[in-house]
């Protein structure tokens, strides 16, 4: 048992002062008690707060983010964006994959973000051919997730066609492509990869209405539930127009819509983006208990659209954050830009705050922890007994966190100009990042160049 004393943390009643935390040998806090005294407790250096999951991550695209901002021939889009990135992932081996994973959970971990939910589908070798190892790939980012301390929720992608219809699918995506068996192999090989480790998990992300057909989506559950009937489920939906359009054309219904009657989306489910709802759709989903994965850098990046967060919210629809494409790592970054969206659109202020004087920050972070930690079926998000021990000391050495207390410290953390909100930060139990340090951030960095000046030359 590890005793550590908060002058101010956020514990699930709220804001609390000095708060004694225990926690145990095996990474779970044990005790939260406000009112404490120091005793022989080690002193944290700032205000507490939950670690932030990541609920949405692709994490090869991190060594292509940001070098797709330049215009195309035709006017750039979303489609012309996944032409360049299949290209880029045609260069990537294993040791690659398992480099730029771990150089991108440091970076997580060193922004806040103490777990990820990884949406993996590079499955297969360059030329479209199995590894003799089904979970070759798959089990490099279970290392790099290891590697850098951070907790992991493993979704292996089972992705089959090009679109609706299930018509085939092109050779950009032949890395991708399993066979119901073939996909069945992957899994098994990837659960037990994971098993052992008490901060990962399985679950499994039929990609998109795209990519998988509605016999293959039954199918696919049902392999995931043979091995844990309560394992989370996340798949892409609704995320440009013209999906939507597709969507009409295939089934006369729109892709949410669809999920919610055909697919009986409850909680276990995560709807990645769902950027484009109707009323109706916003509500049912809203209420059927699924949470929206919403990632609002890469959904700017991407030219997405607006999610109708307003009414959403107000339904009691759960949402949580992702990095996608990671465009941005750093979850204050992508709460900003949540309500940023909404203001632009609605020319509007605090659209996100529904009673007089609610902290918009505060009540972000708190649903987006709630909802990122149901999204990756982890017993995350809060700092409470029987919780993992995953949390970030806030920095008040930054000039816009200095003199704010409570939730004015997330108000600062999100909305003001921080550069360096995140101090300390723990994952069950264990220091992962000092002072803005990770242990392993150097070697990382050297391995990442290496594998970057390979790629871009
Ligand atoms: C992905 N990315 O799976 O990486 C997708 C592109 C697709 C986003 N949807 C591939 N942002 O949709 O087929
Ligand atoms: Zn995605």
Redesign the pocket.
């Known amino acids: 048992m590890k005793a550590y004393f908060a002058e101010s943390a956020l514990l699930p009643t709220g804001w609390a002062d000095n708060v004694l935390f225990e926690v145990a040998q095996d990474g779970l806090i044990a005790k939260a008690e406000p009112g404490s005294a120091v005793a022989g407790a080690e002193r944290l250096r700032g205000a507490v707060i939950p670690g932030m999951p990541n609920l949405h991550s ?1 994490a090869f ?1 991190r060594a292509m983010a940001g070098l797709t901002e330049k215009g195309g021939p035709q006017g750039d889009s ?1 489609w012309s964006w ?1 032409k360049l ?1 299949y290209g880029f992932l045609e260069n990537l081996g294993p040791d690659d994959v398992e480099a730029i994973a771990t150089q991108l959970y440091i970076e997580m971990l060193r922004a806040g973000y103490t777990c990820v939910a990884e ?1 993996h ?1 590079l499955h297969h070798d360059p030329l479209g051919r199995p590894y003799n190892n089904p979970a070759e790939t798959g089990g490099r980012i279970a290392s790099a997730a290891r590697t850098a301390g951070i907790g992991l929720t493993l979704l292996p ?1 089972f ?1 089959a066609h090009g679109n609706f219809g299930g018509i085939a699918p092109t050779g950009g ?1 032949r890395r991708f492509i399993n066979s119901i068996d073939g996909f069945g192999r992957v899994l098994e090989a990837l659960a037990g990869a994971v098993k052992e480790d008490p901060a990962q998990r399985i679950g499994v992300a039929p ?2 209405l ?2 998988v057909t509605p016999e293959e989506l039954r199918a696919v559950i049902a392999q995931l539930e043979h091995i844990d009937a309560r394992a989370p489920i996340h798949i ?1 939906a609704a ?2 127009q013209q999906e939507v359009d597709d969507c009409l054309g295939w089934s006369g219904t729109r892709p949410v819509a669809w999920l919610l009657d055909q697919a009986q989306t409850d909680a276990r489910w995560c709807i ?2 769902a950027t484009h709802m109707d009323a109706n759709e916003t509500i049912s989903l809203a209420r059927s208990g699924a949470v929206a994965g919403l ?1 609002p850098t ?2 700017g990046d ?1 030219g ?1 659209g607006f999610f109708n967060a307003a009414s959403y919210l107000r339904a009691g629809g759960r949402i949580g954050i992702g990095g ?2 990671h465009a941005a790592v750093d979850p204050f970054l992508e709460l900003r830009l949540f309500e940023y969206g909404q203001r632009l659109k609605l020319e509007r202020r605090n659209v996100l705050a529904f009673a007089i004087g609610d902290s918009l920050g505060g009540q972000l972070y708190r649903s987006a922890c709630a909802g990122g930690a149901q999204a990756l079926g982890q017993n995350v998000g809060q700092l409470a007994p029987g919780f993992r021990a995953d949390w970030v000391v806030l920095n008040s050495d930054d000039p816009a966190l200095a003199e704010q207390s409570g939730d004015g410290l997330l108000d600062a953390a999100i909305f003001g100009p921080v550069r360096a909100p995140v101090r300390d930060v723990m994952v069950a139990g264990q220091w992962q990042v000092r002072d803005g340090v990770h242990a392993q951030g150097e070697a990382s960095l050297k391995r990442y160049r290496s594998v970057m000046k390979r790629l871009l030359n």
């Open positions: 692709h695209q979303f996944r990135m949406f589908y992608v992705y995506q990609h998109s795209r990519a892409h995320e440009q990645v983006h990632c890469t959904e991407l997405d996608d494409s």
